[in-house]
């Protein structure tokens, strides 16, 4: 079983930055896929960005250019970098994780979870 720990969330004004990080622990090989999710008070969970062990990543559109995933596999670890933050970026951000590769980025195509941290952009 592998577990999730998020750290790095915060307030943040418009504009700013803020590096969200996730740890995996509970066995000795990393997840195939590692990647982020975020929630929005009233919203559904929406994927954010995700990156295989091979360093291939992918973004949902409302955050490329300003986001950048990357992972560590030796160290199970997996960051995302947030600049040019929006107020609309503020939610809960989730880190999720897999055991194969492959194209779906809903979240029941995910099966670990982090429990969330928040983030909050201020206009």
């Known amino acids: 079983q592998v577990q999730l720990v998020e750290s790095g969330g915060g307030l943040v004004q418009a504009g700013g930055s803020l590096r969200l990080s996730c740890a995996a622990s509970g066995r000795t090989s990393s997840p195939n896929t590692m990647g982020w999710f975020r929630q929005a008070p009233g919203k559904a969970r929406e994927f954010v960005a995700d990156i295989n062990r091979n360093g291939i990543n992918t973004y949902v559109g409302s955050v490329e250019g300003r986001f950048t995933i990357t992972r560590d596999n030796a160290k199970n670890t997996v960051h995302l970098q947030m600049n040019s933050l929006k107020p609309e970026d503020t939610a809960v951000y989730y880190c999720?994780?897999?055991?194969?590769?492959?194209?779906?980025?809903?979240?029941?195509?995910?099966?670990?979870w982090g429990q969330g941290t928040q983030v909050t952009v201020s206009s």
């Open positions: 999720a994780a897999r055991d194969y590769a492959g194209l779906g980025r809903g979240e029941y195509d995910y099966k670990y």
